[in-house]
């Protein structure tokens, strides 16, 4: 099946400091991607929606600012989390849809746990 | 490695009718489980979550169901509505999110 992949695993960082996540399908082309995160004993919830060449959709009370999203090609999309805040902390996970096929697939990555100190 | 099965992979009801859609997880050793809804093209809305300790959840016309020991979750919605078709994903978490295969629901009017 296809295969996407999340870079880093984990990654533990200083408050203020700004992370890049990266998301990739391995062997199929997406041309949309999905951002989510989940906060310790809550649900997994849509964070964006990244289209490949187009801005992303942000979902209400996601700030676009802080989360850039950038899906330069059909294989890539990156979520850069901008002053990173001990309330960040969380575990994002990307999801890459099949560009062709109509089989609406989404392929989720392995997720990203994050850690603000 | 946890892998996590759902059955059916399609389903079609009439309008007005119960269902149940089912999951197993092969290992017991879980944070929570939880069920989503996919629509084409669009991203995952997440319906319920049932943390390992509890049994089941309730929202509107969902019950969920966790029985841990067996590896295995339901989600039952009661008086079907064309506007719930949609594929329905259950995903287990422990140290990374685990998705089921998905089960595709047609509910016609």
């Known amino acids: 099946g296809a295969v996407v992949s999340q870079h880093p695993s984990r990654v533990i960082c200083k408050s203020g400091t700004s992370v890049k996540i990266e998301c990739r399908s391995l062997?199929?082309?997406?041309?949309?991607m999905f951002w989510y995160r989940q906060f310790p004993k809550q649900s997994l919830m849509l964070m964006a929606t990244?289209?490949?060449?187009?801005?992303?959709?942000?979902e209400q009370g996601v700030e676009k600012d802080k989360f850039l999203i950038n899906h330069a090609s059909l294989t890539l999309s990156t979520l850069t989390v901008t002053s990173a805040h001990p309330e960040d902390s969380s575990f994002y996970i990307c999801?890459?849809?099949?560009?062709?096929?109509?089989?609406?697939?989404?392929?989720f990555g392995p997720g990203t746990r994050l850690t603000v100190l | 490695k946890q892998e996590v099965t759902q059955i059916p992979a399609a389903l079609s009801v009439p309008e007005g009718e119960n269902l149940v859609l089912n999951c197993s997880f092969t290992?017991?050793?879980?944070?929570?489980l939880q069920w989503f809804r996919q629509d084409p093209g669009k991203g995952l809305t997440s319906l319920l979550l049932?943390?390992?300790?509890?049994r089941e959840q309730t929202s509107g016309r969902l019950n969920a169901s966790l029985d841990k020991s067996s590896g295995r979750s339901t989600l039952y919605i009661a008086a079907s509505q064309p506007g719930d078709s949609a594929t329905y994903l259950c995903?287990?978490?422990?140290?990374?999110?685990?998705f089921g295969t998905g089960t595709s629901l047609t509910v016609i009017p």
């Open positions: 995903a287990a978490t422990g140290n990374q999110f685990y």
């Open positions: 990244s289209n490949e060449g187009s801005k992303a959709t942000y």
């Open positions: 062997d199929f082309q997406a041309t949309t």
């Open positions: 999801s890459a849809e099949e560009a062709q096929g109509g089989t609406d697939t989404q392929y």
């Open positions: 290992d017991s050793a879980i944070y929570n």
């Open positions: 049932i943390q390992s300790s509890q």
